[in-house]
């Protein structure tokens, strides 16, 4: 932040706390005076107990994620994104003290069961669950670089329609296991230094995924702030970007008719009652086109040509890419190798070329959709201004996948990428995928201890569960 950001935030912290700006004892707030500072604008959290305003933050190192818990308090969201001793980068913004008695929507057992789950993150830090293995993510690395060069090599020294078909969807595992391990480098899984994560999350994001790096993190990260929580209003952003899904898809009878008040009749238009109606049979169809989209939207904001959201828009207004010349170079030279690959190395001719690009990225979309569609469809779903608090939103909202119906353990290990602990991963996004597997025992433990729903199911139960779901909302 610049010389003016700093002077303005001097300014509003004096105006705002006159008692610890002149050297007296900070000024108190309650739960309810906290709660009125809801936008970007005019934005308050709170951590341990501490109140910050964070207004206008848009150089935030995370970006608008800030602003999904305006009015609310963020200690354990920052626990899980941020590494230890990043708390001093928001004391600039300290305004004064909560008061504890004013909360009175916790009792004693909800405050008992906050300090457990913090008790076990400590816990969790001193077993050295947090370290990863370099070794293990060059193994990874090294992988899905054989799977990339074996598909490239089947199209390049074979003239069979059977041999360039496993070649595509040999691409869209490949892609998919891209998607992965993008996912682990910008959560800062694998490098204390996040510059060296993001540098990595580019090369997998948008050179091998043509996924644009910082369109990820704005939606990934809003994501994980507020699992299947719900938009206030259709034009609102302050749900879960990975749920907002109309009209195409309905998660709750709520956001099925979110769209009437978009509508002078109040009414349903007549797209969105066939779309919602035939939601869990269209529902793989869409899957399957989800790459394409994905595609155009990473490409939209590394060239600055829009944005997915108003969130993503404001962070781009504000703040702009993070890496401009490495994103659209990395997404530029994706199009050149793809485009490449796709046409035979220029032995194809339009339609086939169009046909293996379409069975690659496609299979792509169902590959990646069908595991993180596991990992949060079907369940609870919450409106974000009556959310509960951060271990039973992350748990409630997600299931587990496990083997069973005739798939083994190690290869949903593998196909999922380590989300096949998704619940897990949700409460520790920076535990390196290796160390999950450990991890799961205590966190299972504990929900049984405190009464915390903690649902894990096969691959084949979970998409019956989702579309059952679907069918129930249609």
Known sequence: ???????????????ANPASASGKAPAKYTWEEVKKHITPEDAWVVYQNKVYDVSNWHDHPGGAVIFTHAGDDMTDIFAAFHAQGSQAMIKKFFIGDLIPESVTHKDERQLAFEKGYRDLRAKLIMMGMFKSSKLYYAYKCLFNMGMWATACAMVYYSDSIAVHIGSALLMGLFWQQCGWLAHDFLHHQVFKKRKYGDLVGVFWGDLMQGYS???????????HAVPNLHNSTAQSQDGDPDIDTMPLLAWSLKQAQSFRELRADGKDSPFVKFMIKWQAFTYFPILLLARLSWLNESFKTAFGLGAASANAALEMKRKGLQYPYLEKMGITLHWAWVIAVSSGFGRFSVPYSLMYFLISTCSCGLFLALVFGLGHNGMATYDATTRPDFWKLQVTTTRNITGGHGIPQFFVDWLCGGLQYQVDHHLFPMMPRHNLARTHELIESFCKEWGVKYHETDLVDGTVEVLQHLQKVS
């Open 1 to 15: 932040m610049g010389k003016g950001g700093e002077a303005l935030i001097g300014a509003k912290m004096a105006a």
């Open 213 to 223: 790096m910082q369109w990820w993190k704005n939606k990934h990260n809003g994501h």
